[in-house]
């Protein structure tokens, strides 16, 4: 198992810049896939970016050319950066890490772009 935790969330206005951080319980140097997801009131959660044990990253076409996903095997982390924020990005940015059949979650953190 492993647990997550993110920070970075809060409030910015629109054309602004976040880093969200994931920290992990472990190592992740062994997880398949690490990643972001996101939910807004009364929507479903949707997949935001996440990225391969070997480098092989996804992105929503929403946020393409905006934000950027990195994993720091040495920290235990994973990042997103998120610039160019638009009121379409507040949402829950949830943590998501896939291993060996297995999703993990983090409790989420809210992100709100708003003048």
């Known amino acids: 198992q492993v647990q997550l935790v993110e920070s970075g969330g809060g409030l910015v206005q629109p054309g602004g810049s976040l880093r969200l951080s994931c920290a992990a319980s472990r190592s992740i140097v062994s997880i398949l896939v690490v990643g972001w997801y996101r939910q807004a009131p009364g929507k479903q959660r949707e997949l935001v970016a996440r990225?391969?044990?070997?480098?092989?990253?996804n992105y929503a076409d929403s946020v393409k050319g905006r934000f950027t996903i990195s994993r720091d095997n040495a920290k235990n982390t994973v990042y997103l950066q998120m610039n160019s924020l638009k009121s379409e990005d507040t949402a829950v940015y949830y943590c998501n890490a896939f291993e060996l059949g297995n999703n993990y979650w983090g409790q989420g953190t809210q992100v709100t772009v708003s003048s």
């Open positions: 990225k391969s044990s070997g480098g092989i990253t």
